[in-house]
């Protein structure tokens, strides 16, 4: 095996929806899924904040989170910002933006390196010009008040050709992608061209498998998208972690989980990453 690869699971994925959300943080079952987890044999987490009364930025909740973690020894291999997905990080203040910044930053002291996601997609994705300006604005100030100690991804259903022409280095020293193979292949985009042009970039990639023209989740299959980023891998030499985003029902989501963790596992074994 040439390469180590840090397998993690979006947090939410072994819970019960909330509410109609699949993929929101687990207020009451967060303790469990981390048990959960260590049975399955996951040791990494993507931890979810769906708003900012997450319990991460609570010192006394954070003090219970890491004893849970480290009991189960699960590590946090990233910090997703869910909440961007419906409040665009370009429409945040500054006020909002720096408390913000130092809650993560106090979390850096107690958690190290790991990756922090900003989700710049679907109803947050930037539109126009004056979006595009203040998204600059906001990611160079989050850029140079983050800890260093951080990675920084953004992850956007923008072109590939467009994203280069953000992240380039006239433009951002530090911030990374965060890509999506399932998004890739439902917003029509080929993924040989993010290896080609942004392999530089790519600090995570979260897995899932869906088709062209916008179609839903399904289990983890043999597809392009999935055989090219695994065979692949070695060629992202700032990759943190792969994160398992798969389907997900309301009734065997256990189950599920753990197939396509199986799956996963089975195919970095074959191609001998």
Do not use: C
Not at 56 to 76: A, R, V
Not at 163 to 184: A, H, M, T, Y
């Amino acid at each position: 095996m040439k390469k180590t690869v840090k397998i993690s699971f979006v947090q939410g994925r072994l819970s019960n929806q909330i509410g109609s959300n699949f993929q929101y943080f687990p207020i009451d079952n967060w303790q469990n899924e981390l048990k959960d987890a260590n049975k399955i044999g996951l040791s990494n987490i993507e931890w979810i904040v769906s708003d900012l009364s997450n319990p991460i930025f609570n010192n006394e909740f954070l003090k219970l989170i890491i004893l849970y973690l480290k009991k189960l020894k699960i590590k946090i291999s990233s910090i997703s910002l869910d909440f961007l997905m419906t409040r665009p990080f370009y429409n945040l203040g500054k006020k909002d933006l720096d408390w913000l910044i130092k809650k993560l930053n106090l979390i850096s002291k107690r958690f190290g390196k790991l990756r922090i996601n900003l989700p710049i997609e679907e109803e947050s994705r930037v539109f126009n010009y004056q979006q595009l300006s203040k998204l600059k604005k906001n990611l160079k100030y989050f850029e140079k008040k983050i800890s260093k100690i951080f990675l920084i991804s953004i992850e956007t259903d923008i072109s590939p050709n467009n994203i280069l022409k953000l992240l380039s280095k006239k433009n951002f020293k530090r911030i990374g992608l965060n890509i999506d193979i399932g998004n890739i292949e439902a917003n029509g985009y080929d993924i040989e061209s993010y290896f080609s042009e942004l392999k530089d970039f790519i600090f995570g990639i979260h897995i899932k498998n869906r088709n062209s023209l916008f179609s839903r989740s399904k289990m983890l299959t043999n597809k392009k998208n999935l055989n090219y980023t695994i065979l692949h891998l070695n060629s992202l030499k700032k990759l943190n972690d792969i994160t398992l985003q798969t389907f997900r029902d309301n009734k065997n989501f256990k189950n599920q989980l753990n197939k396509n963790f199986k799956f996963i596992q089975s195919k970095l074994v074959d191609e001998r990453i």
